[in-house]
């Protein structure tokens, strides 16, 4: 997520020096930016299908580029680990942080994460659940996990990456279900949803514990290939890290192993499919090697050759948390509950704020062009409250 912004108001130079890599900021602020365009495009005969998640779609499977705004989070989160936890903020007096500080240090960021999540869970459902997966609560444990797993040597990262793939391959692909004898690969009826319900002997336990041993099986069914890709994004930050005097091999390097993940996932989804929602082991590795790529390419752009800085993307990237806070509870609180009487729909009923917000433009300048002004406004307007606060120097940190 967020690591290690500056305290004070910064300038270009301020933000430019060492450890911080100015393409990571532009690579969250750039995801960011999508989130917010495809969350405002609701309409499939107005935008591209890339705009829309694939899901199951009756059956069918693949991956657009909105399935791959969540999983380039986590590999973000992954890519700043070495950054934040070797040089980040936290030292005492200056020194190095242990490997059990920087578990702890992780798991106290990896909490909050999860919490905030609960939150907005919380302000959709109209209740509190702690032990419920959304973004950030798969992100938060995503996250913890990846740093414990950080602190083995890179041959012990490398084969939990594979191992945890491979496993997440048999379970869907060759693992017979147990009410079915069978392999079976439907939405409704597969090895996730049979673990998820399964009783455990939920009559000698109580209704608690037989909660949380579903969901600890439901989530880490996903969590653990999801841990892969902030495993892999931290393998990506330890070359930049580390790169000093050949920045450009590098970049080179990581452009390389990314393409190269990014070709396996491609030969291994016509066996295993890419799934956003079984978090696949073809589309973790999708979403491994197309972030290694991308952010092979803006180090080299932004860092490197300093070509640009990509500003505008980074004004997102330093408060991606705030960022994502504060649209979600606007959205569900305000945007989408709150009426007003001033355009109302064409029966005479008061319109949501988000609705008559969507059809104003499309009344001036018709359906299309209306669309997509509104989503690129909305998207301008939060730019222009986050551009203030890092005028100011206000950043959001856990």
């Not at 989070?73 to 936290?90: K, W």
Request: proline share 5%; hydrophobic share 55%; charged share 15%.
């Amino acid at each position: 997520m967020n690591d290690a912004p500056a305290t004070t108001a910064p300038d270009e130079a301020d933000l430019a020096r060492p450890p911080r890599l100015l393409s990571l900021d532009a690579f969250r602020g750039l995801d960011i930016a999508l989130m917010v365009l495809v969350n405002m495009t609701w309409n499939r005969d107005v935008f591209p299908n890339q705009f829309f998640h694939v899901g199951w779609n009756d059956g069918k499977h693949g991956a657009t580029i909105t399935d791959l705004v969540f999983p380039w989070f986590l590999f973000i989160a992954g890519a700043a680990i070495p950054f934040s936890m070797h040089s980040g903020r936290g030292r005492p007096s200056g020194r190095r942080l242990g490997p059990a500080r920087r578990i702890l240090t992780a798991t106290r960021r990896g909490l909050v994460i999860y919490l905030l999540g609960c939150l907005l869970s919380a302000s959709r459902n109209g209740d509190v659940r702690l032990l419920t997966l959304d973004i950030l609560q798969f992100i938060g444990i995503a996250y913890i996990i990846g740093v414990i797993i950080c602190e083995l040597p890179k041959w012990a990262r490398i084969a939990f990456v594979a191992v945890v793939l491979a496993a997440k391959a048999w379970l869907l692909e060759l693992c017979p279900h147990p009410d079915h004898a069978a392999v079976v690969w439907e939405q409704h009826d597969n090895m996730r949803t049979w673990m998820s319900n399964i009783q455990l002997g939920t009559a000698a336990l109580n209704d608690t514990l037989g909660h949380f041993i579903r969901f600890a099986l439901n989530g880490l069914f996903n969590i653990l290939p999801g841990a892969t890709v902030v495993v892999t994004g931290a393998l990506a930050g330890d070359i930049l890290r580390t790169a000093t005097n050949n920045r450009i091999s590098a970049a080179r390097i990581l452009l390389i192993a990314g393409a190269l993940a990014w070709a396996a996932s491609y030969a291994l989804s016509f066996w295993h499919p890419y799934s956003k929602d079984f978090f696949t082991a073809s589309y973790a590795l999708l979403a491994a090697g197309s972030g290694a790529v991308i952010l092979a390419a803006l180090y080299y752009i932004i860092d490197v050759r300093n070509l640009t800085t990509l500003f505008w993307a980074r004004v997102f990237g330093l408060n991606a948390i705030a960022f994502y806070m504060l649209n979600e509870l606007l959205f569900r609180i305000v945007l989408s509950k709150w009426t007003q009487p001033w355009y109302p729909n064409q029966d005479g009923s008061p319109r949501t704020l988000i609705s008559a917000l969507m059809q104003l433009p499309q009344d001036l300048l018709g359906t299309h062009a209306g669309l997509w002004a509104f989503a690129i406004l909305y998207m301008l307007a939060w730019w222009l409250f986050f551009y203030r606060w890092y005028r100011r120097g206000w950043f959001c940190k856990v």
